[in-house]
């Protein structure tokens, strides 16, 4: 789900997410990432897990997409990926990019699984990524907190600032997307009250990165 929109409340049917997310829209970013690597955004949140000490570890990443930030914490020393997605469209390029680095066997990919509405079909990781996710949800607290409770070491998410620039935007496009007859929408949730959900489930927020469009939020479990 990389991006900035989602579903109205409890709606997480897949088609709908595929139909702003599609296959034209993954296609732009797998080749992106093949001629240019990592935005500077996913790179910080790669660096800040990869310092936490991810060797061997097992990664989950909620609406990962292709997985571009999955790949690179394989090669970082992770052990094993898996991506919850919503949306099907990225499915093709994400087989080709695991294919074309030789880690097909490390990772997988699962359809239709919202983590926030059926935590206990999740296992836990050892670290838990969420870019650009938390601001296609309309209940960050349910979602974030479901996702901290799976962190065994770390959690790193990222989000728009909740600033004017920012809501006038957003505003600009759900009221696109309204027209246009689409129920996703575009969420700016407060920055505290999201790193307070991480802190309450047992992480302590240790690392942020405050940039024009996008802040990450690193967090460590503090009885590691």
């Known amino acids: ?3 900035c929109c989602g579903p109205t409340p409890r709606n ?3 088609t709908k997410y595929s139909a702003v997310f599609t296959s034209r829209f993954s296609r732009s970013i797998a080749r992106r990432y093949e001629r240019k690597g990592l935005r500077p955004v996913e790179q910080r949140i790669v660096d800040f897990l990869a310092g ?7 990664v989950l990443e909620i609406g990962g997409g292709a997985g571009e930030i999955q790949l690179e914490l394989l ?3 992770a052990g094993r990926t898996e991506n919850l997605e919503l949306s099907d469209a990225y499915e093709a390029d994400a087989a080709r990019l695991l294919a074309d680095a030789g880690m097909a066997g490390r990772a997988s990919r699962r359809l ?3 983590i926030a509405e059926a935590p206990d079909a999740v296992e836990p990781a050892d670290v838990v990524v969420l870019h650009r996710v938390v601001c296609c949800y309309p209940d960050y607290a349910r979602l974030l907190g479901a996702a901290a409770a799976h962190a065994r070491r770390a959690i790193a998410f ?3 600032p909740a600033n004017p620039v920012t809501r006038a935007g957003l505003a ?4 696109l997307l309204r027209l246009g007859g689409r129920s996703f929408r575009g969420y700016a949730h407060p920055p505290r009250a999201m790193i307070e959900v991480v802190r309450a489930a047992g992480l302590d927020p240790v690392y942020e990165y405050r940039g024009f469009a996008w802040r990450v939020s690193g967090a460590v479990r503090r009885d590691r």
């Open 12 to 14: 997480t049917d897949p």
């Open 52 to 58: 936490t000490g991810i060797e061997g570890a097992r």
């Open 75 to 77: 090669r970082r020393g």
């Open 158 to 160: 990222s989000y728009p």
């Open 172 to 175: 600009v496009g759900n009221g």
């Open 112 to 114: 239709g699984v919202d």
């Open 1 to 3: 789900m990389p991006g």
